[in-house]
């Protein structure tokens, strides 16, 4: 199963999930299948992230394409969900995959020339400013996400790094559940295990219209459903 693959079910799992909160009053079923697209689209970052951290040019470009796109589609976000063209209680959850891959660099850029324990302390200060800012899914999701970034550079078999990923999600899941007044939503997470189980590691078919078929997907997404809100 290629990134490519894995794209394109996380994409599919998260218009499950949005079509659930607006079309079929928030029913929970589709919500649980929707929660597995967050750990897909951490994943796939966490990928993308290790083919261009030494390119210095790429990585920008790429940072800089998910900050306009979520700055472009905050207000569609906003107006579906919360129908104020400006909310600052909540934020699109493209915000917090940029917070993530500044996590990245940051602990990239810094875990060598000092303490590794330090750097990390400063991953998880970063992570938490996202509940300042009222970032969907929060610093538990960034860490979910820099928890990948680890495993995924482990030099260890693919099966031990899939009972690393089952961990991580339960941690995610347990944290969530006590931090969130009970709430076990992101049990549907687990489902997201099925598909990186069957990554291939390889990138699958890539063109310029595809990429961007991807990034213009988010707001038509928004603007279908807010027809039906």
């Known amino acids: 199963m290629s990134s490519l693959v894995l794209k394109i079910i996380a994409t599919i799992l998260m218009t499950i999930e949005y079509s659930g909160v607006i079309v ?17 689209f951490a994943f796939l970052l966490v990928e993308g992230y290790n083919h261009t951290k030494n390119d210095k040019k790429r990585l920008i470009r790429y940072a800089l394409s998910l900050l306009i796109l979520a700055l472009l589609t905050e207000f569609l976000y906003d107006k579906l ?3 104020e063209t ?18 990245l660099f940051v602990y990239d850029k810094f ?15 970063l992570a938490f400013m996202s509940d300042f800012l009222f970032i969907n899914n929060g610093g538990l999701g960034i860490l979910l996400l820099f928890s990948y970034y680890i495993i995924i550079n482990l030099k260890i ?22 931090t ?3 709430n076990l939503l992101q049990i549907g997470v687990l489902l997201s295990l099925i598909p990186i189980a069957l990554y291939n590691g390889k990138k699958g078919y890539k063109s310029k219209a595809l ?3 991807f ?9 279908i459903l807010l027809l039906f809100k």
Do not use: H, M, W
């Open 157 to 178: 078999k693919n099966k031990y790094k899939n009972l690393l990923y089952l961990l991580s999600d339960i941690i995610y899941i347990v944290l969530f559940y006590f």
């Open 86 to 103: 400006v909310y600052l209680g909540s934020q699109n959850p493209l915000f917090e995959l940029i917070l993530g891959l500044i996590c």
């Open 215 to 223: 990034y213009l997907y988010y707001p038509i997404l928004l603007l």
């Open 111 to 125: 875990s060598n020339s000092i303490s590794k324990v330090f750097t990390v302390i400063i991953v998880i200060y």
């Open 211 to 213: 990429q961007y078929s």
């Open 24 to 40: 079929f009053d928030n029913n929970l079923v589709f919500r649980y299948f929707g929660r597995a697209a967050f750990p897909l």
């Open 180 to 182: 969130s007044g009970g």
């Open 81 to 83: 969900f919360f129908g």
